[in-house]
Nanobody, 123 residues
């Protein structure tokens, strides 16, 4: 499985960005696709996850109501729409995949990782 993340950038507080994660290499019918982020000096933290089949989603409390995870099955791509961005959202964002929709909050449970994409929110 290969994951390719894109869409990061610099945005002012209150602005929006959409991250994309293109997946390839196999079918993902039972997979969980997720976004994590890591700020300088901090541990990698869960942001959001989606079940590839069925579309069940889960979010970190810190992003609920502001971020939306979705997927386009035809394009094998997962998106993270980020609205009302805050300076504390500044981090490198990573997409990740695992075989089943269990243990989704734990980064150690994920088998596949994309390269990170930098998101910087200025105040």
């Amino acid at each position: 499985v290969q994951l390719q993340a894109s869409g990061g950038g610099l945005v002012q507080a209150g602005g929006s960005l959409r991250l994309s994660c293109a997946a390839s290499g196999r079918t993902f019918s039972s997979y969980a696709l997720a976004w994590f982020r890591q700020a300088p000096g901090k541990e990698r933290e869960f942001v959001a996850a989606i079940m590839w089949t069925g579309g069940r989603t889960n979010y970190a409390d810190s992003v609920k109501g502001r971020f939306t995870i979705s997927r386009d099955s035809a394009k094998n791509t997962v998106y993270l729409q980020m609205n009302s961005l805050r300076p504390e959202d500044t981090a490198v964002y990573y997409c990740a995949a695992k075989s089943y929709y269990t243990g989704i909050y734990n980064s150690n449970e994920y088998d596949y990782w994309g390269q990170g994409t930098q998101v910087t929110v200025s105040s």
